[in-house]
C-alpha cells in the first residue's frame, strides 16, 4: 500500500469496487419524467463518477412536434443532459464525459428520460460508470 507520506491511502486504495449501470429502450412512446436507473452511495463510502454517456434517437415522428430529452443528475443537480427540438428521423442528440467527479455517501445519481411528444417513438441509450471506495 502506497501512502505517499499520508497518514491514510489515496481514495483509489480503499477498497474500490466499480459499478455501471444504465437504460436502453428502443422505440419508447411519449411519457412523462421517468427515472429509469438510479443508485444511492451506501453509507461509510463515496463515489467517483468515472464516467456518463447519453444518446437520445427519434426513431419515428407524428405530426405535432414535443420536446424529448434525457438527463444524468448525480444528486446536486442535472449535469448531463440531450435534447431533441428535431421532428426528423434520425435525428440525434448525445454526450457523454469521463472523470466528472464525486458523490457522497447518501446521495442519489439518477438517470431520466422524457418524451413530450404527442407521437411517435424515441431511442434512449443511458449509462454512468461509478467507482464506490470507503470514506
Known sequence: MDTRGYS?????ERRPVRYA???ENV???PHGQAAVAQDTVP???????????IEVTR???YTTLGE???????GQGTMLQCRIVANTVGAQSHWGFTDAGFIEEGQTIM????????G?????????QLVYYDK
Not at 438517470?111 to 404527442?118: C, F, L, S
Request: with cysteine.
Open 59 to 61: 426513431h419515428s415522428v
Open 21 to 23: 449501470n444504465g437504460y
Open 120 to 128: 411517435g417513438t424515441v431511442d434512449y441509450h443511458l449509462n454512468y
Open 43 to 53: 453509507t461509510g463510502r463515496r463515489a467517483w463518477i468515472a464516467s456518463m454517456w
Open 68 to 74: 424529448c430529452w434525457a438527463e444524468i443528475d448525480p
Open 27 to 29: 422505440n419508447e412512446g
Open 111 to 118: 438517470a431520466v428520460t422524457v418524451d413530450a411528444d404527442v
Open 8 to 12: 491514510r491511502p489515496p481514495w483509489a
